[in-house]
């Protein structure tokens, strides 16, 4: 198919038109983008890569033996069948599971971030066909982003969408803050990307005119490049997962020095002299008692609070910190710290959670309903939080504690993935590769050959966005983007929906999950909501045929109102939160209630357990990639063209780097108890001294396939991150930091194959 006419396309890095030509897919960011995003140019490799994946395919010892627990997942032959022949047997095997266990004896969490059109968004589809055509699933409740925050902030604030979302904007920054104090800084790097879809970033622009009106930025964290040099920051570079310390020990400061705004803690909060009494109770948490844990001088930590004090300040914590052991504590700390210095609910003032995090926040709100599939109601009322799959499938049964309830795990048999990857997201991937030899089947869609497939028993391959044809938007972006199809499917590659479809069709519910509709005929019922909202706004609300053939439709942005937060400001009483007291919480008797040691009643230093020692003297922090999105696309050319030697870039400080004998562009070797993988060293002042940066996103290459924790060859830090939750209370994510050893590679380099797709076998009869 080649196209001479420009088409609008979308992703979650960026709206933008693309044509074929002679040479392959060419591609031009939205017109409006003032700052595109380089993630675009990882996607023209995809449409012909061999890591795709060309047709259905059983893993052998499936085919041959019937589904049930086997330790070869991952490291078994293919067999290639056609469509029918592998839709009947998937058809039959979720008919067994069904009628000898019940539908809850699926996961069908199948967490990850799909792709941006929204009609054909995989985790819709297979929640959709799942609760449609086989009476429901085990869910999975939470996310890796966000883990710890969510469930805490609505028991002490608010909302996700409250506190990370409507809240204070860019606009607002780039006018109003004086000071912002940045948590885990706010890259440029991660606002890149937002869910649904972008037409504009506009962080840079606004860091860029905060600066230069005379805000000042700090960017607290191990990388100096965690804020972007438009925002003219200082870095501070503090030991990773002891934020919480030095927020105390700010906080101490201004009461010691009476710098603290006692008529907003006695009007607008509930629980002050709880954690008043826990600042100053011994040990005291004074700016030299955080020196000690922080690694930051005393003196710096005083002069730090007396700066916020009395000015337009705005504390804003990242993703990051909460992804991590006590991950609650910095959230709930952070926000008291604001609370204190009387800003919160001002203009460009007070606390935002997770600012900057993803091209969603700071946004303002579309103001009409941006196209969604239903996916229906689901019978099964068991649920996991999401990171606690592994202890799912290793401990059917045993109890765990969550948010002040105890609950068992389900007995699960079957696996349910599409539009996910938990060989990318999951921690302590050897523990995950024996956590899925449990299972009697895994399924997973996957367009390419990521590991997740490779662990499969099934692999049905998917279409990518470019082709098919979609509706891509988000509720903080003011278009609505016509994806037009830009290319043939590769291969045998089908929809999403149609495998569904097809598979309902199977067990008999074809119509309950189609509604009788084709792909288009969804995409015309799924955009007349947004149409009618239009029309009755006055607006243009141009009709299906028109907004297909255009080159996407301006949405109207909510007004910039500062959100509950500056709602709650102007009245307490009226307008309280829904919070227990009504008040922001700087103590909270229900999280006081559940008694649990690693989620006290206000918030706490906890000294983590995970910390260096001598087998491994260094953190590691392994955070989101700069150059793809998650692991997609790892094989596109922005991602490709910051690997070194083929393996990811591992960024070590100069003094870590002499005392090891490492080099720039050396091959080291990352370890620890549970794991290793190789990276290539690029030695660099960037990052503090005592820390080593290895993003995520490098598809898991485990050298030799037989051995139990293999060494995987290209550089995939979650073979060494813990799989452990945040606390009781959340049981979130904790893979942003570890700790490790690193040494210089020496012997024979082993060749990374991840994009390779596996020998097939020849068929089994
Ligand atoms: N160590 C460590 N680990 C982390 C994190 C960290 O900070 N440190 N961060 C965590 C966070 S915040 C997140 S959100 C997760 C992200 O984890 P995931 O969201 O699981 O990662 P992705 O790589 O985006 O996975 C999406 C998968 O869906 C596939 N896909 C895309 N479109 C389609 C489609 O239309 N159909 C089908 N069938 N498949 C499709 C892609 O090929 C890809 O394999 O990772 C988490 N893991
Ligand atoms: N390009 C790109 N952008 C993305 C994504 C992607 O995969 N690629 N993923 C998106 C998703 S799903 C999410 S949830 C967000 C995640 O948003 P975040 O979780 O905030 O993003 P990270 O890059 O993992 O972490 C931000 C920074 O926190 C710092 N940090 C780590 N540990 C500590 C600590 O203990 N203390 C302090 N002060 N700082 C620390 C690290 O230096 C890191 O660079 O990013 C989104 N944006
Ligand atoms: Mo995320």
């Known amino acids: 198919m080649t196209t001479t006419a420009w088409l609008p396309h979308s992703s979650h890095w960026g709206a933008f038109s693309a044509r074929m030509g002679t040479a392959g897919l060419e591609l031009r960011p939205h017109p409006a983008d003032p700052d595109p995003s380089a993630l675009l140019h990882n996607m023209p490799a ?26 070869r997942r991952g490291r078994d032959a293919f067999v290639a069948l056609p469509w029918d022949r592998a839709l009947d047997l998937l058809g039959a095997e979720l008919a067994r599971v069904r009628d000898s266990h019940g539908p809850g004896a699926v996961f069908g969490g199948s967490y990850g971030w799909s792709s941006a059109g929204r009609f054909h968004h995989a985790q819709s589809q297979v929640h ?42 860019w606009e607002a920054v780039a006018e109003h803050s004086e000071i912002l104090l940045a948590f885990g800084g706010m890259a440029l790097k991660n606002s890149a990307v937002a869910s649904g879809g972008i037409s504009r970033h506009v962080e840079r622009g606004a860091m860029d005119q905060a600066a230069r009106r005379g805000c000042q930025f700090i960017c607290i ?56 009494d826990y600042l100053l109770a011994a040990p005291a948490k004074t700016a030299e008692w955080a020196a000690g844990i922080t690694g930051i001088d005393a003196a710096r930590i005083r002069d730090l609070a007396r700066r916020l004090a009395g000015r337009r300040s705005l504390i804003t914590v990242a993703h990051s910190l909460q992804r991590a052991e006590f991950g609650e504590q910095p959230v709930w700390m952070g926000l008291a710290l604001a609370a204190m210095l009387g800003q919160i609910g001002l203009p ?119 082709e098919r044809e979609d509706i ?77 053939n255009g080159p996407g439709l301006d949405l109207p942005f909510a007004p910039d109102d500062g959100g509950i937060l500056r709602r709650f400001r102007d009245d307490p009483a009226g307008q309280a939160l829904h919070t227990p ?5 700087l103590a ?60 990811e870039a591992m960024r070590i400080h100069p003094e ?57 060859v290209h550089g995939n830090p979650n073979v060494l991150t813990r799989d452990v939750g945040t606390s009781s209370l959340a049981q979130g994510c904790t893979g942003q930091l570890t700790t490790v050893e690193v040494e210089r590679f020496i012997g024979n380099l082993p060749p990374v194959r991840a994009f390779d797709p596996p020998v097939p076998a020849l068929a089994a009869e």
């Open 128 to 169: 959709r066909f799942l609760n449609m055509a086989l009476g429901g699933y085990v869910r999975s409740v939470n996310s890796y982003s966000a883990g710890a925050s969510g469930v805490i902030l609505p028991r002490i604030v608010g909302t996700m969408e409250d506190v990370a979302r409507r809240n204070v904007t």
């Open 472 to 548: 891509g938007g988000a509720p903080t972006d003011p278009v609505l983007i016509p994806m037009r199809r830009l290319a043939e499917p590769f291969g045998q590659a089908r929809d999403d929906f149609a495998i569904f479809a097809a598979l309902a069709a199977r067990l008999g519910r074809e119509h309950a999950f189609t509604e009788g509709r084709d792909v288009q005929g969804w995409l015309r019922h799924l955009y007349e909501p947004t149409r009618a909202a239009l029309a009755e706004r006055g607006l243009p609300a141009p009709d299906f045929e028109d907004f297909w």
């Open 46 to 71: 995809a449409l012909n890569h061999r890591a795709r994946v060309a047709q259905p395919m059983v893993r052998r010892g499936w085919l041959e033996r019937g589904p049930g627990p086997d330790a």
């Open 581 to 585: 007291s009504g008040r922001i919480e």
């Open 656 to 712: 870590d780097a002499a005392a090891r004998g490492i080099a720039d562009g050396d091959v080291v070797r990352l370890f620890n108890a549970r794991g290793a993988c190789l990276a290539t060293a690029t030695v660099s002042d960037d990052v503090m001294p005592g820390v080593v940066h290895l993003p995520t996103g490098a598809w898991y290459d485990p050298e030799d396939a037989a051995e139990d924790a293999p060494l995987c």
């Open 348 to 466: 460009g003032g007070g606390y935002h959670y997770a600012l900057g995090a993803l091209g969603h926040t700071g946004r303002r709100s579309v103001a009409v309903p941006i196209a969604a599939l239903p996916q229906g109601s689901n019978a099964v009322r068991a649920f996991i939080p999401v990171a606690r799959i592994a202890d799912m499938l290793l401990h059917p049964g045993e109890g765990y504690d969550y948010d002040g309830r105890r609950y068992a795990y389900p007995d699960i048999r079957m696996v349910y993935w599409a539009g996910g990857n938990p060989f990318h997201h999951h921690q302590d991937l050897n523990r995950l590769r024996r956590a899925f030899a449990r299972v009697d089947t895994l399924v997973v869609h996957e367009s390419a050959w990521t590991a997740t497939a490779r662990h499969a028993d099934i692999v049905l391959p998917a279409t990518l966005t470019m």
């Open 221 to 276: 964290g191990p990388l100096r490049d965690d804020l972007p040099e438009e925002a003219r920051a200082e870095w501070w570079p503090i030991r990773p997962n002891t934020d919480t310390a030095l927020m105390l020990a700010l906080a101490h400061t201004l009461l010691a020095e009476n710098l603290h705004d006692e008529a907003f803690l006695a009007s607008h909060t509930a629980g002050w002299p709880v954690l008043r």
């Open 588 to 647: 909270s008797e229900v999280i006081a209630g559940f008694g649990y040691a690693d989620c006290p009643g206000h918030p706490a230093w906890i000294a983590p357990q995970d910390v260096p020692h001598a087998a491994a003297p260094l953190h590691l922090v392994a955070n989101q990639p700069a150059t793809r999105l998650h692991s997609q696309l790892d094989f596109g050319a922005t991602s490709q063209a910051a690997k070194r030697r083929g393996r």
